[in-house]
Nanobody, 125 residues
Framework: QVQLVESGGGLVQAGGSLRLSCAAS????????MGWFRQASGKEREFVAV????????YYADSVKGRFTISRDNAKNTVYLQMNSLKPEDTAVYYC??????????????????WGQGTQVTVSS
């Protein structure tokens, strides 16, 4: 069992930056692919970014590519999402998720086995 706890959300002006963190419990954290998803009010949850267990591979949604960076520290059981040049359309609840197996369908939420409770990010114009 893996428990995920996100932090770092908040209110920021457009063009600003935030760094989200996701702390994971469990000794097998380093073997999981870790992803970030987001869900804006009234919209479906969407993929943001993912990082494989070795951190050798990362993938991003086109909407955040070049602005967001995902990273992980396996020694600290933590995954990060650095968000720069934030836009009002980035406003959403951001969720951290863990995937025990890698099928390549990292952009699909039901591929993930564990989820955090979410952290709100609000970008004002």
């Amino acid at each position: 069992q893996v428990q995920l706890v996100e932090s770092g959300g908040g209110l920021v002006q457009a063009g600003g930056s935030l760094r989200l963190s996701c702390a994971a419990s469990g000794r097998t954290f380093s073997s999981y692919a870790m992803g970030w998803f987001r869900q804006a009010s009234g919209k479906e949850r969407e993929f943001v970014a993912v990082i494989r267990w070795s951190a050798s591979s990362t993938y991003y949604a086109d909407s955040v590519k070049g602005r967001f960076t995902i990273s992980r520290d396996n020694a600290k059981n933590t995954v990060y999402l650095q968000m720069n040049s934030l836009k009002p359309e980035d406003t959403a609840v951001y969720y951290c998720a863990a995937d025990r197996g890698w099928t390549g369908r990292y952009y699909i939420d039901y591929e993930y086995d564990y989820w955090g409770q979410g952290t709100q990010v609000t970008v004002s114009s």
